[in-house]
């Protein structure tokens, strides 16, 4: 349920970036290496971690320079690096069938209550598809980078 609503809040955030160009491969690579640098240093958190962009924006300014990245390309580039991340993971790996739970005495939800939790999985599985849709161009230009990527994500 969290990593849906992060997908949805991403495609939000991100929405006018992703209606650009595809990222190019190499500004792809240039942005895993930079990560890879500074994933490097002592206590450094994973990329995904909330505010970790910005983060190296802000505190490192030289590493961005060396990679290419401006401090605004940065953040732009990174926000689609995420979206198409997290795209390619529910890609590869749907969200599995539900398992039937032995019945536990739980009040009946109302039909209103019912009514809004389908709408609420609907709109998921749409905004789901919308960010595949959206980030198919990206995703294609992650895909060599995808084993160190997901080294620098969080477990």
Known sequence: MRAAILLSLMVILSAPELARAPLDPAEAGRFVAAVSEASGAPGALPIDAPGRIAFLAESSPDLLARHGFTPE????VGQRM????????FVDQPVPAKPKA???AQPT????ERAAMLAMAREQRADLAQLAEETEA??????????????LMSR
Request: proline letters at 12%.
């Open 73 to 76: 390309r940065w953040r732009v």
């Open 82 to 89: 995420l979206a198409a991340y997290q795209a390619q993971r």
């Open 102 to 104: 032995q019945p536990v």
């Open 109 to 112: 939800p109302t039909h209103w």
């Open 138 to 151: 990206d995703r294609a230009a992650l895909a060599p980078l995808l084993p160190t990527l997901h080294g």
